[in-house]
Nanobody
Framework: QVQLVESGGGLVQPGGSLRLSCAAS????????MRWYRQAPGKQRELLAW???????NYADSVKGRFTISTDNAKNTMYLQMSSLKPEDTAIYYC???????????WGQGTQVTVSS
């Protein structure tokens, strides 16, 4: 069983920055894929950023150039650095990992990000 604990959400003004963290209960080398999603009220969950095998970073067009996914292997933690935030970035943000063996997916509890003046 893998546990993911998210932190770092909050209220930020448009144009501001936030860094979300997702701490895993096991080594992140155990994961084939690590991802960040978000879900705004009344909308489907949206895949924002992902990396496979610790490389091959990918971003959705909606966040490309503004969001950066990264990891700290020593802390077993994944991050999402968000900058130039817009009101439409307001959502609950979730981290997600795919464990290599057994092949299984785990979700963080979600953290609220609100972008408002």
């Amino acid at each position: 069983q893998v546990q993911l604990v998210e932190s770092g959400g909050g209220l930020v003004q448009p144009g501001g920055s936030l860094r979300l963290s997702c701490a895993a209960s096991t080594s992140i080398f155990s994961f084939y894929s690590m991802r960040w999603y978000r879900q705004a009220p009344g909308k489907q969950r949206e895949l924002l950023a992902w990396m496979n095998d610790g490389r091959n970073l990918n971003y959705a067009d909606s966040v490309k150039g503004r969001f950066t996914i990264s990891t700290d292997n020593a802390k077993n933690t994944m991050y999402l650095q968000m900058s130039s935030l817009k009101p439409e970035d307001t959502a609950i943000y979730y981290c997600n990992v795919v464990l290599r063996v057994p092949l299984r997916t785990y979700w963080g509890q979600g953290t609220q990000v609100t972008v408002s003046s």
